[in-house]
């Protein structure tokens, strides 16, 4: 056991296993967050700045009050200095510019941004702000001159710590289903599908009562959601498995009408592709771009 761990460790301090995964994942990130931001830019004012109705609280001392810094009404009309470096940087991150700096930036600009307009927050937004801090350490090649042993292990342990932030977001939502009703009475789904403010109203306005088929769906999420934290580390049932993840954040995003949170979700789940999936993948985005980075 001792000789395979120390294997395991000497691994992942001399190999980037996981490279092309985390450098896919990262423009698959920044692809969906680009897209968030620039569909707000015209409404930028009403989210961020001065016309918003956000109500504005800020007893923050310390460290906190620069996350929370667009809280302070003399700040708010200066919200573009946030936005658009933020945009810039997600930009030329999606052709392979970006450096751990670019990178611990972006999150602190996500950061303020988020905390800046809580009110169209969603727990998509918050798990890409922990998502944006793991891929700061996420290291490229060329940033693996210095240090390169203790940086290799630093960007395997940060890769695979996305992986843990998805089954605790997992487990934490699953937890929290079951101290309510709704879930364990098999209604939650069907409810989720009668909002007419997010979805389709010929959707909702169709939904009389709740059926077996709704009821499936709705314990096949919860149970989803429980065993998500143990399964995820199954190889043969990984990819089976998370087709129903990302039908059921598909369903979120195109027919509840909640676009962002089931974009950010389906995003997330690109730490999960395969190894010789990501090598083609961004083989063929290098021929395509080859002024980028592959």
Do not use: C
Not at 57 to 75: C, G, H, K, Q, W
Not at 117 to 137: A, D, K, R
Not at 170 to 181: D, E, V
């Amino acid at each position: 056991m001792k000789d395979r761990l120390t294997a395991l460790l000497n691994n992942w301090q001399m190999d980037v296993s996981v490279a092309r995964v985390s450098e896919l994942s990262i423009r698959i990130i920044y692809l969906v967050l680009l897209w968030s931001l620039v569909k707000s830019l015209n409404v930028a004012s009403i989210v961020w700045g001065p016309d918003s109705l956000t109500l504005l609280y800020s007893p923050y001392t310390n460290f906190d009050r620069f996350a929370m810094i667009l809280n302070v009404p003399e700040v708010r009309e200066y919200y573009w200095m946030f936005l658009y470096p933020a945009i810039g940087i997600l930009f030329a991150g999606l052709f392979g510019f970006h450096h751990y700096l670019s990178r611990l930036i972006l999150w602190y600009l996500f950061l303020v941004l988020q905390f800046g307009n809580v009110e169209t927050s969603t727990g998509g937004h918050h798990l890409m702000q922990q998502l944006l801090f793991f891929q700061i350490f996420l290291f490229k090649s060329n940033e693996l001159e210095k240090w390169p042993s203790f940086r290799n292990l630093v960007h395997n342990l940060s890769f695979y710590s996305l992986w843990v932030q998805l089954a605790m977001l997992y487990l934490a939502s699953g937890l929290f289903k079951l101290l309510g009703t709704y879930w364990l009475d098999g209604y939650a789904f069907l409810l989720s599908l009668s909002f007419k403010e997010f979805g389709m109203p010929m959707i909702a306005d169709s939904l009389s009562e709740n059926n077996w088929f709704f009821a499936s769906l709705n314990y096949t999420v919860l149970v989803y959601q429980l065993l998500f934290a143990a399964l995820i580390w199954i190889r043969p049932i990984r990819k089976p498995f998370l087709l129903i993840g990302l039908l059921f954040h598909l369903s979120i995003a195109f027919i509840v009408g909640l676009m962002d949170f089931g974009l950010f979700m389906v995003a997330a789940y690109s730490v999960f592709i395969q190894k010789d999936v990501a090598d083609r993948i961004m083989k063929r985005i290098a021929q395509a771009i080859p002024f980028g980075i592959g």
